[in-house]
C-alpha cells in the first residue's frame, strides 16, 4: 500500500463466467479491442485489480456484477439460478483475497420473495454486505407494494441496497436520434434518479424507515434539487402524503457515493446537501480510472476529518466493516 489516505470503494464491478450475455446489450457499442481490454479487467481479481487499488491507497473494494445482470433475464427461475450462482462465484473470489474484497450480491428481482431469500443467504451465508441492483426489471420498478416483504427483508438485515443504472424501459421519444443521451452520458443517471425518487414519493421509506439506499454518480444528480422538490412537492403532491419532507430522505435513506463523477464543486453540493456522512468515495472500476478517482478525493479542498468520512468512514459504518 502506498502512504495515501484509507479508501473504500463500493461501486467496483466484476464479472462472472456467462454473465456476458447480459452485458451485450452495452459492450456491443464499443470496438473490439475495447471489449476485450474490459473483459479483461473484469475478469481479473487478482493482479492488475489489486495494484490498482494499491496505488490508489483503495484497502476494500465491494465488488458486483456489471450490468444488466440478471435484472436482463425474462425467465425468473434462470434468474433465481444465475443470481444464486454468481453469489456463489463471487464469494469464491471475495475468499481468496478477504482483507481486500468485499461483496454485494446480485438479487432476482422479477420475484420479491426470491429476492429477498437470496439476500438472506448473501449476507447470512457468503457474508455479503447487501446487494447492487441494475435497476428495473423488465420495466417493474420497487415502488410496487408487491416488494415489501423484500424491503421488510433488507430493513431486517440492516445492509444497503445500491440502486445502480440501467438503461429505461421504453426508452423516450426524446431521444431518438440521439443515443449519445440514452445512456451514460444522460440517460442512465435520469432513470436512476427517477427510480429513487419513486420509492421515496411511494412511501418505502415511510414504511420502512431503517432503509438505505445508495446511489452512485454523485447521487445522480438528486442532491441539488433538495429544495425543489420540497417546494413544488408543497405544491403538486397529486394527494400523497408523506411523513417528512422530500428533502430529508436525503442523507437519512438516500445516500451517495462519488462514482464517475470527479467534481470537486459537485463533491462539495452534495457535501452540503446532503451532509459529510452521507457521500462515499468510488471508482466505477473497471469504467472509470483509479489514479484520477484518487487524485480527485485526495486533493479536493475538504477538511480532513470530512475527507476521511468520505474515504473510508462512512462505508465502514454503515457496512460495518472493520480495520
Known amino acids: 500500500m502506498t502512504n495515501r ?38 475478469a481479473d481479481f487478482d493482479d492488475q485489480r489489486l495494484a490498482e487499488m494499491d496505488l490508489a491507497g483503495i484497502d476494500v473494494a465491494v465488488l458486483s456484477q456489471t450490468g444488466p445482470s440478471v435484472q436482463a433475464e425474462p425467465d425468473t427461475a434462470l434468474a433465481v439460478r444465475y443470481a444464486q450462482e454468481n453469489n456463489d462465484f463471487l464469494a469464491g473470489q471475495v475468499s481468496r483475497h478477504p482483507d481486500r474484497l468485499a461483496g454485494f450480491a446480485s438479487l432476482p428481482m422479477q420475484s420479491p420473495r426470491a429476492a429477498a431469500d437470496e439476500l438472506t443467504r448473501a449476507v447470512t451465508e457468503l457474508g455479503f454486505k447487501g446487494a447492487l441492483v441494475n435497476g428495473h426489471t423488465n420495466g417493474v420498478y420497487y415502488d410496487d407494494p408487491a416488494y415489501d416483504e423484500f424491503w421488510d427483508r433488507m430493513q431486517s438485515l440492516d445492509v444497503p441496497l445500491y440502486l445502480h443504472p440501467t438503461d429505461p424501459s421504453p426508452l423516450p421519444a426524446a431521444y431518438a436520434g440521439h443515443p449519445e443521451l440514452s445512456g451514460a452520458v444522460w440517460g442512465w443517471g435520469v432513470e436512476t434518479g427517477t427510480h429513487a425518487l419513486r420509492l421515496l414519493f411511494g412511501g418505502v421509506f415511510d414504511r420502512f424507515p431503517r432503509l438505505k439506499l445508495i446511489l452512485g454518480h454523485m447521487g445522480e444528480g438528486l442532491p441539488m434539487l433538495r429544495w425543489r422538490f420540497d417546494s413544488r412537492f408543497a405544491v403538486y403532491s397529486h394527494g400523497i402524503q408523506l411523513a417528512h419532507r422530500p428533502s430529508e430522505y436525503f442523507g437519512r435513506n438516500i445516500v451517495i457515493t462519488t462514482s464517475g463523477v470527479c467534481s470537486p464543486a459537485a463533491l462539495q453540493c452534495a457535501i452540503d446537501e446532503m451532509g459529510p456522512e452521507a457521500v462515499m468515495f468510488s471508482v466505477d472500476y473497471p469504467y472509470e480510472s483509479t489514479a484520477i478517482a484518487a487524485d480527485f478525493i485526495e486533493s479536493a479542498p475538504l477538511a480532513e476529518e470530512v475527507r476521511s468520512l468520505v474515504c473510508h468512514g462512512n462505508a465502514e459504518r454503515l457496512l460495518k466493516l472493520s480495520r
Do not use: C, N, W
Request: charged fraction near 25%; proline fraction near 3%; charge should be positive.
Open 5 to 42: 489516505i484509507r479508501k473504500i470503494a463500493l461501486e467496483e464491478h466484476f464479472t462472472a463466467p456467462g454473465f456476458e450475455r447480459y452485458s451485450k446489450v452495452f459492450t456491443s457499442l464499443m470496438d473490439s479491442a475495447s471489449q476485450a481490454r474490459l473483459a479483461a479487467r473484469l
